[in-house]
């Protein structure tokens, strides 16, 4: 397996603009998560799905800020509009059932937002 | 906030065992304790997890005290591919995973 995979790796926009980044889960994960890090806040979770399903979305800073999952392979988080303090590394992971279980994390992509 | 105390920063020869310490007095009967490392510019990584007994795979053994109220990640070996961010975590009953500052070890050859 290739593991999580995350598009794109590195991302620079300017502010006010719309910013998705996208991630493949492992196949046959269920539950996959969105992690957030910088160096003053460190590794925050965002947002976590089971079954394509959100059932944590507390992490999510604003309602800027939105993710989904339209099938079992594929999620996105977009922000819109998107905002220097949103400059950070976006971490996705996913997991065979819960969060409870090893959670297998992808590449990252690099936010920069100017 | 994360349920564990590590120190911020360790250092550790190459070669030699580098023993990680974390406590975690605040632990409930059903909850586990995880590691996971994250090396620089990459995700993090899984390591180990246990409950009550010690466990032991090919990365590192994980050594928990009979009152669960701390632990230590043992790397037997270190080599320079060790240098990582080092999270010890104990998952909450709201199942969400909060990695703290965690430790950072320095293998120095």
């Known amino acids: 397996d290739a593991g999580v995979i995350q598009s794109p790796r590195h991302e620079v926009t300017e502010m006010g603009q719309e910013v998705t980044l996208r991630c493949k889960p492992i196949?046959?994960?269920?539950?996959l998560f969105w992690y957030r890090q910088t160096m003053m806040r460190g590794l925050e979770l965002l947002i976590y799905f089971n079954n394509n399903v959100p059932i944590d979305d507390s992490g999510m800073p604003e309602d800027r800020f939105s993710a989904k999952m339209p099938n079992a392979s594929f999620s996105t988080l977009k922000i819109q509009p998107s905002e220097p303090r949103d400059s950070a590394v976006y971490f996705c992971?996913?997991?065979?059932?819960?969060?409870?279980?090893?959670?297998?994390f992808g590449p990252g992509t690099r936010l920069l937002v100017l | 906030d994360a349920k564990t105390t590590q120190p911020t920063s360790m250092d550790c020869a190459e070669g030699r065992a580098a023993n990680l310490p974390c406590n975690h007095s605040?632990?409930?009967?059903?909850?586990?304790v995880y590691w996971y490392r994250q090396i620089h510019s990459q995700g993090p990584q899984y390591i180990i997890h246990g409950l009550k007994n010690n466990e032991t795979n090919e990365m590192a053994s994980l050594i928990i005290t009979e009152d669960r109220k701390s632990s230590t990640l043992i790397l037997p070996h270190a080599t320079l591919r060790d240098t990582a961010v080092y999270y010890c975590i104990v998952l909450n009953r709201d199942d969400k995973i909060i990695f703290g500052k965690g430790t950072r070890l320095h293998i120095l050859p």
């Open positions: 196949s046959g994960h269920n539950s």
């Open positions: 605040t632990i409930s009967g059903n909850e586990y």
């Open positions: 992971a996913s997991s065979f059932r819960t969060s409870q279980e090893t959670q297998y």
